[in-house]
C-alpha cells in the first residue's frame, strides 16, 4: 500500500510550542509558568537559554516576554497553586509540571484546590488551568522519573485528563486544553518526542475534542486499546497481527476522564474481544478501569476475557535491560492480542 | 571509613585524594556517557569541596543524604567506586543492583542513605534521620545535601523548623551552584541569601566558601561537633559552582557567561588545596602526582570491574519491591 506524505510534519514538541504559541496570540490571558520554561533567569543577553525542560515552550519568551512566560523557582506547590489563583481570577495558565513523578511536592494543590473549587463553590468559580507533564520510561531515567500516572488523577472528580499519541493530537488535545473551562492535565510520553511521526499537523489551530477517542486503525477480529506511547505500541502489533492474518482494530483512547465509553463498547461489540495496553502501574489502572467496563456493559458480545498489558507491579528499574522488560512492547501486546484470539 | 577530623598531614591528603578521586571519576562518567554506556548524568565537577570536607568529620555509621548529582558525596562518603560505576552502567553488582542508577546510588553500609532524584525530597527524610539518632540516643549526625534550587522548596522550612523546635543533629548543607538547571539564583532566592533563612528558625546559618575544602572542613567540622553535642541542627550555605551543564548535554554558556566560569575555575578547589599542601610543605608534587595516578588506577579497575559485571537477570525486575507481599 502506497501512502501519501503528510502535507506538514511537525515533531511532537514542535506541534505543542505551535499550540502554546497559537492559543497565546489568540488570547492574552494565557500564560505559562514553570521551571526553566525559559531559562537564563532575566539575563538579558541569556533569554530562552532553555524553553523547557523538554523544549516544548523554545521561542514563546522572546515573541510573549517575561510577564507571560514566567520562570519559576522550584516550588510545584507554589507555582501549581499560583495556577489555580490566576485560574481563578481571570487568568488561563499553563503551568508545566516537568515530570509527573514530582507531583506528589503539589497534589494538595491539584487534588483539593484545582479539582474542587468550581464544585465547591456552587459553580460561581471555574478554574480554566492546563497542567502540562512529562510522562513515560524507555529512556533510563530510572523510577522518579518515569512514570505516567494518569490515573491516579482520574480518580479525582473535577480533572480532565488527556494523553496525545503522536504531533497531531498533541496540538489539538493542548489547544483545547487551554481553551476549556475545567482543569485540564496534558500527559505528554518524553518517547513520543524521539519519534518521527508521518501525520499531517494543519498550521491552522483546531481542537481535538477532550472525550473522544479515535480509532487509529480499523480492524474486525479483536480491539487493541493504546493510550499515548502505547497506541504506537498498539499499531506496531496490529501490523504483526496482520502478517499472522488477524484484524486488529487499534482505538487511540486520548482522553481518560472523561473517556469515551461509548466507542470502546461499540468497538468491542464488533470486534468481541479488546486487549488494553497501558503504560501505568496495573493496580487501579486505566487497564482495569476499562475491564471493568467492558465486562459490565459489554459482557454478552465477549468471546473471550478482557486482556489487560500493562507494566508489572514495579517501579521503573534503571538498567537498560530490565527497563525494556518494564514497557508494554509490541511483542507483549501481539502475545496477549493472540491470547484472545485463540 | 575513619574520620579526619583533625587538621594534619593525613587529613590533607585524604581530602586531596577524595576531591581528585571525584573529579576523574565524573570525567570517566562522562566519557561513559558519551559512549552511550549510559544516559545522561549530572556532574559535579567543580563542588568537589563542599561534601569532602563535611565527610571528613563523619563516621560510617553517620548519614548522608544526597541529590541527582550526588556523585561526589557519595565518593567522599567512602562508597565503593567499582559499585558506583557498575550502578552507572546498570549492572547487578552495581550498588543499587542495577536497579537505581546515576540519581539515586546508595549504600547504607557506609551511611550514604541515598541520592534522590525529586528536588528538595531527601531534606524531611534526612530529619527523621535525625530524629532516629536522637530518639535510640546515638549521637549519629545526619547531613543533607541539597541545591539553590531546592532553597525554594517548602519542605526545607518544614525541616528547619522541625529540627530546630525538636534540637534534631542535621547538616542542613545547601551546595549554592549559582544555578537551578539554568536559572540562577538571583533571578529565584529573595533577599539574595540562603543562610540568612536560618534565623527565622533560631540557628545558626553560615555561609562558606565551598570552593575552600580548608573553610568547608572548619565549618563542617563545627556543626558536626554541635549535633553530636546534641545541641541542635545547622544551616550550611556553600558557596560553589558547577562547572558542567545541568545534566551533560546543555551548555552552560547559553546562560552564563565565560568571565563568570573563568572566575569559579580560577578558584578551583582542588587547585587551592594543591597550592595550600605544597607552599606549606606537607607534601611535594612527586606526592601528589602520586595520589593522582592512585586516583586513575581506581577509575580504571573501576570501569573494568563494571564492563565485566553481568546485567541483572530478568527475573529481577520484580524483587525487592517487597520484603513480602502475598
Same mark, same amino acid.
Request: hydrophobic share 40%; charged share 20%.
Given at each position: 500500500m502506497v501512502q501519501a506524505q503528510a502535507v506538514r510534519q511537525l515533531s511532537y514538541i514542535q506541534a505543542v510550542n505551535e499550540a502554546i504559541r497559537q492559543?497565546?496570540?489568540?488570547?492574552?490571558?494565557?500564560?505559562?509558568?514553570?521551571?526553566?520554561?525559559?531559562?537564563?533567569?532575566?539575563?538579558?543577553?541569556?533569554?530562552?537559554?532553555?524553553g523547557g525542560p523538554m523544549r516544548l515552550t523554545k521561542g514563546?519568551?522572546?515573541?510573549?516576554?517575561?510577564?507571560?512566560?514566567?520562570?519559576?523557582?522550584?516550588?510545584?506547590?507554589?507555582?501549581?497553586?499560583?495556577?489555580?489563583?490566576?485560574?481563578?481570577?481571570?487568568?488561563?495558565?499553563?503551568?508545566?509540571?516537568?515530570?509527573?513523578?514530582?507531583?506528589? =511536592?503539589?497534589?494538595?494543590?491539584?487534588?483539593?484546590?484545582?479539582?474542587?473549587?468550581?464544585?465547591?463553590?456552587?459553580?460561581?468559580?471555574?478554574?480554566?488551568?492546563?497542567?502540562m507533564?512529562g510522562i513515560g520510561a524507555g529512556t533510563g531515567s530510572?523510577?522518579?522519573?518515569s512514570?505516567t500516572?494518569?490515573?491516579?488523577?482520574?480518580?479525582?472528580?473535577?480533572?480532565?485528563?488527556v494523553v496525545p499519541s503522536d504531533p497531531y493530537t498533541a496540538k489539538g488535545l493542548m489547544i483545547?486544553?487551554?481553551?476549556?473551562?475545567?482543569?485540564?492535565?496534558v500527559f505528554n510520553n518524553r518517547q513520543l518526542m524521539g519519534i518521527r511521526f508521518d501525520v499531517d499537523v494543519p498550521e491552522?489551530?483546531y481542537?481535538v475534542?477532550?472525550?473522544?477517542?479515535n480509532i487509529a486503525k480499523?480492524?474486525?477480529?479483536?480491539?487493541l486499546?493504546g493510550i499515548g506511547y502505547t497506541t504506537k505500541v498498539c499499531l506496531d502489533a496490529a501490523a504483526e497481527?496482520e502478517?499472522?492474518?488477524?484484524?486488529?482494530?487499534v482505538?487511540d483512547l486520548l482522553?481518560?476522564?472523561?473517556?469515551?465509553?461509548?466507542?470502546?463498547?461499540?468497538?468491542?461489540?464488533?470486534?468481541?474481544?479488546?486487549?488494553?495496553v497501558?503504560e501505568?502501574?496495573?493496580?487501579?489502572?486505566?487497564?482495569?478501569?476499562?475491564?471493568?467496563?467492558?465486562?459490565?456493559?459489554?459482557?454478552?458480545?465477549?468471546?473471550?476475557?478482557?486482556?489487560?498489558?500493562?507494566?508489572?507491579?514495579?517501579? =521503573?528499574?534503571?538498567?537498560r535491560?530490565?527497563e525494556a522488560?518494564?514497557v508494554p512492547n509490541k511483542d507483549?501486546v501481539?502475545?496477549?492480542?493472540?491470547?484472545?484470539?485463540? | 571509613?575513619?574520620?579526619?577530623?583533625?587538621?594534619?598531614?593525613?587529613?590533607?591528603?585524604?581530602?586531596?585524594?577524595?576531591?581528585?578521586?571525584?573529579?576523574?571519576?565524573?570525567?570517566?562518567?562522562?566519557?561513559?556517557?558519551?559512549?552511550g554506556?549510559?544516559r545522561g548524568?549530572?556532574?559535579?565537577? +567543580?563542588?568537589?569541596?563542599?561534601?569532602?570536607?563535611?565527610?571528613?568529620?563523619?563516621?560510617?555509621?553517620?548519614?548522608?543524604?544526597?541529590?541527582?548529582?550526588?556523585?561526589?558525596?557519595?565518593?567522599?562518603?567512602?562508597?565503593?567506586?567499582?559499585?558506583?560505576?557498575?550502578?552507572?552502567? +546498570?549492572?547487578?553488582?552495581?550498588?543499587?543492583?542495577?536497579?537505581?542508577?546515576?540519581?539515586?546510588?546508595?549504600?547504607?553500609?557506609?551511611?550514604?542513605?541515598?541520592?534522590?532524584?525529586?528536588?528538595?525530597?531527601?531534606?524531611?527524610?534526612?530529619?527523621?534521620?535525625?530524629?532516629?539518632?536522637?530518639?535510640?540516643?546515638?549521637?549519629?549526625?545526619?547531613?543533607?545535601?541539597?541545591?539553590? +534550587?531546592?532553597?525554594?522548596?517548602?519542605?526545607?522550612?518544614?525541616?528547619?523548623?522541625?529540627?530546630?523546635?525538636?534540637?534534631?543533629?542535621?547538616?542542613?548543607?545547601?551546595?549554592?551552584?549559582?544555578?537551578?538547571?539554568?536559572?540562577?539564583?538571583?533571578?529565584?532566592?529573595?533577599?539574595?541569601?540562603?543562610?540568612?533563612?536560618?534565623?527565622?528558625?533560631?540557628?545558626?546559618?553560615?555561609?562558606?566558601? +565551598?570552593?575552600?575544602?580548608?573553610?568547608?572542613?572548619?565549618?563542617?567540622?563545627?556543626?558536626?561537633?554541635?549535633?553530636?553535642?546534641?545541641?541542635?541542627?545547622?544551616?550550611?550555605?556553600?558557596?560553589?559552582?558547577?562547572?558542567?551543564?545541568?545534566?551533560?548535554a546543555?551548555?552552560?554558556?547559553?546562560?552564563?557567561?565565560?568571565?563568570?566560569?573563568?572566575?569559579?575555575?580560577?578558584?578551583?578547589?582542588?587547585?587551592?588545596?594543591?597550592?595550600?599542601?605544597?607552599?606549606?610543605?606537607?607534601?611535594?608534587?612527586?606526592?601528589?602526582?602520586?595520589?593522582?595516578?592512585?586516583?586513575?588506577?581506581?577509575?580504571?579497575?573501576?570501569?573494568?570491574?563494571?564492563?565485566?559485571?553481568?546485567?541483572?537477570?530478568?527475573?529481577?525486575?520484580?524483587?525487592?519491591?517487597?520484603?513480602?507481599?502475598?
Amino acid at each position: 500500500m502506497v501512502q501519501a506524505q503528510a502535507v506538514r510534519q511537525l515533531s511532537y514538541i514542535q506541534a505543542v510550542n505551535e499550540a502554546i504559541r497559537q492559543e497565546m496570540e489568540r488570547d492574552e490571558t494565557v500564560i505559562v509558568m514553570g521551571e526553566d520554561i525559559a531559562g537564563g533567569g532575566d539575563r538579558e543577553d541569556k533569554q530562552d537559554a532553555w524553553g523547557g525542560p523538554m523544549r516544548l515552550t523554545k521561542g514563546l519568551v522572546g515573541d510573549f516576554g517575561r510577564q507571560r512566560i514566567r520562570d519559576t523557582p522550584i516550588s510545584e506547590a507554589g507555582f501549581v497553586g499560583a495556577g489555580v489563583g490566576a485560574a481563578a481570577s481571570g487568568l488561563r495558565p499553563v503551568v508545566d509540571l516537568m515530570y509527573v513523578s514530582f507531583f506528589g =511536592v503539589c497534589a494538595d494543590q491539584i487534588t483539593n484546590n484545582a479539582a474542587k473549587i468550581h464544585y465547591m463553590f456552587g459553580g460561581k468559580v471555574n478554574i480554566p488551568l492546563t497542567i502540562m507533564t512529562g510522562i513515560g520510561a524507555g529512556t533510563g531515567s530510572a523510577a522518579q522519573h518515569s512514570e505516567t500516572l494518569y490515573s491516579i488523577f482520574t480518580h479525582f472528580p473535577g480533572l480532565k485528563c488527556v494523553v496525545p499519541s503522536d504531533p497531531y493530537t498533541a496540538k489539538g488535545l493542548m489547544i483545547a486544553a487551554i481553551r476549556d473551562n475545567d482543569p485540564v492535565i496534558v500527559f505528554n510520553n518524553r518517547q513520543l518526542m524521539g519519534i518521527r511521526f508521518d501525520v499531517d499537523v494543519p498550521e491552522e489551530a483546531y481542537e481535538v475534542e477532550i472525550g473522544k477517542s479515535n480509532i487509529a486503525k480499523e480492524g474486525t477480529d479483536v480491539t487493541l486499546v493504546g493510550i499515548g506511547y502505547t497506541t504506537k505500541v498498539c499499531l506496531d502489533a496490529a501490523a504483526e497481527l496482520e502478517a499472522q492474518g488477524h484484524s486488529a482494530e487499534v482505538l487511540d483512547l486520548l482522553s481518560l476522564s472523561p473517556m469515551d465509553d461509548e466507542a470502546i463498547l461499540e468497538s468491542v461489540q464488533k470486534t468481541r474481544k479488546i486487549v488494553i495496553v497501558d503504560e501505568d502501574y496495573p493496580r487501579c489502572s486505566i487497564a482495569s478501569d476499562i475491564s471493568a467496563l467492558v465486562a459490565e456493559q459489554a459482557f454478552d458480545y465477549l468471546d473471550a476475557p478482557p486482556r489487560r498489558v500493562n507494566p508489572p507491579h514495579a517501579p =521503573v528499574p534503571y538498567s537498560r535491560p530490565l527497563e525494556a522488560l518494564w514497557v508494554p512492547n509490541k511483542d507483549t501486546v501481539v502475545e496477549a492480542a493472540l491470547g484472545v484470539l485463540e | 571509613m575513619t574520620t579526619h577530623s583533625t587538621m594534619n598531614k593525613d587529613t590533607l591528603l585524604w581530602m586531596y585524594s577524595t576531591m581528585v578521586t571525584i573529579r576523574r571519576f565524573e570525567e570517566q562518567s562522562r566519557r561513559e556517557a558519551d559512549a552511550g554506556k549510559l544516559r545522561g548524568m549530572h556532574s559535579s565537577i +567543580g563542588q568537589e569541596a563542599v561534601p569532602t570536607g563535611i565527610s571528613a568529620h563523619l563516621r560510617d555509621n553517620d548519614f548522608v543524604l544526597g541529590t541527582h548529582r550526588s556523585h561526589h558525596h557519595c565518593i567522599a562518603k567512602g562508597v565503593d567506586i567499582n559499585e558506583m560505576m557498575a550502578e552507572l552502567l +546498570g549492572k547487578a553488582t552495581g550498588t543499587n543492583s542495577g536497579k537505581g542508577g546515576t540519581m539515586h546510588i546508595a549504600d547504607i553500609n557506609k551511611g550514604m542513605l541515598g541520592a534522590n532524584g525529586v528536588v528538595g525530597s531527601n531534606i524531611p527524610v534526612a530529619t527523621g534521620v535525625g530524629l532516629s539518632a536522637k530518639v535510640r540516643g546515638t549521637d549519629q549526625v545526619s547531613v543533607v545535601f541539597f541545591g539553590d +534550587g531546592a532553597s525554594s522548596q517548602g519542605v526545607l522550612h518544614e525541616s528547619m523548623n522541625l529540627a530546630s523546635i525538636w534540637k534534631l543533629p542535621v547538616l542542613f548543607v545547601c551546595e549554592n551552584n549559582r544555578y537551578a538547571e539554568s536559572t540562577p539564583f538571583e533571578f529565584t532566592v529573595a533577599g539574595g541569601s540562603i543562610s540568612n533563612r536560618a534565623a527565622g528558625y533560631d540557628i545558626p546559618g553560615v555561609s562558606v566558601d +565551598g570552593q575552600s575544602v580548608l573553610e568547608m572542613f572548619e565549618v563542617g567540622g563545627e556543626a558536626v561537633a554541635r549535633a553530636r553535642r546534641g545541641d541542635g541542627p545547622t544551616l550550611i550555605e556553600a558557596q560553589t559552582y558547577r562547572y558542567h551543564g545541568h545534566f551533560g548535554a546543555d551548555d552552560p554558556l547559553g546562560y552564563r557567561s565565560e568571565e563568570e566560569q573563568e572566575y569559579y575555575m580560577d578558584r578551583d578547589c582542588i587547585k587551592q588545596l594543591t597550592a595550600h599542601i605544597i607552599e606549606n610543605g606537607f607534601a611535594g608534587e612527586d606526592d601528589l602526582q602520586s595520589l593522582d595516578e592512585k586516583a586513575l588506577a581506581a577509575i580504571a579497575e573501576a570501569v573494568r570491574f563494571a564492563d565485566e559485571s553481568p546485567f541483572p537477570d530478568d527475573a529481577d525486575l520484580m524483587t525487592d519491591v517487597y520484603n513480602t507481599y502475598a
